[in-house]
């Protein structure tokens, strides 16, 4: 599975932007995907996922900032960052899965649960 991220950029304390995930070939109304991130020195961590039936899933520190969505006609996963903080630079990664032989809402955000992995889009949060 093809994975291609774009839309990260750089900008100033509290804008928006809308990375997003092209998918090619894969298809997102029965598959589960996650948009992770991966700060400087971090470990890749889990932000949002969403589920074939369109459930969304959040980690806390970006509940009520960042909106998972999916458009299944272009097959294509987005993520709206809004309020954006220093704290959010990161490279964010979209992941992709065709089925969970674990529990979604156990694994959803975990980096177990993937197959696929796209090569990231960096996102630069300046004051």
């Known amino acids: 599975v093809q994975l291609v991220e774009f839309g990260g950029t750089s900008v100033r304390v509290g804008g928006s932007l809308r990375p997003t995930c092209l998918a090619p070939?894969?298809?997102?109304?029965?598959?589960?995907m996650a948009w992770f991130c991966q700060a400087p020195g971090e470990a890749r961590v889990g932000d949002a996922a969403?589920?074939?039936?369109?459930?969304?899933t959040y980690t806390d520190p970006v509940k009520g900032h960042f909106t998972n969505s999916k458009d299944i006609a272009r097959n294509t996963l987005y993520i709206q960052m809004n309020s954006l903080e220093p704290e959010d630079t990161a490279i964010y990664y979209c992941?992709?899965?065709?089925?969970?032989?674990?529990?979604?809402?156990?694994?959803?955000?975990?980096?177990?649960?993937?197959?696929?992995w796209g090569q990231g889009t960096q996102v630069t949060v300046s004051s």
């Open positions: 992941a992709a899965a065709p089925s969970f032989s674990r529990g979604w809402k156990s694994w959803a955000l975990r980096k177990e649960g993937y197959d696929d």
């Open positions: 969403i589920n074939l039936e369109g459930s969304t």
């Open positions: 070939g894969y298809a997102v109304s029965t598959g589960y």
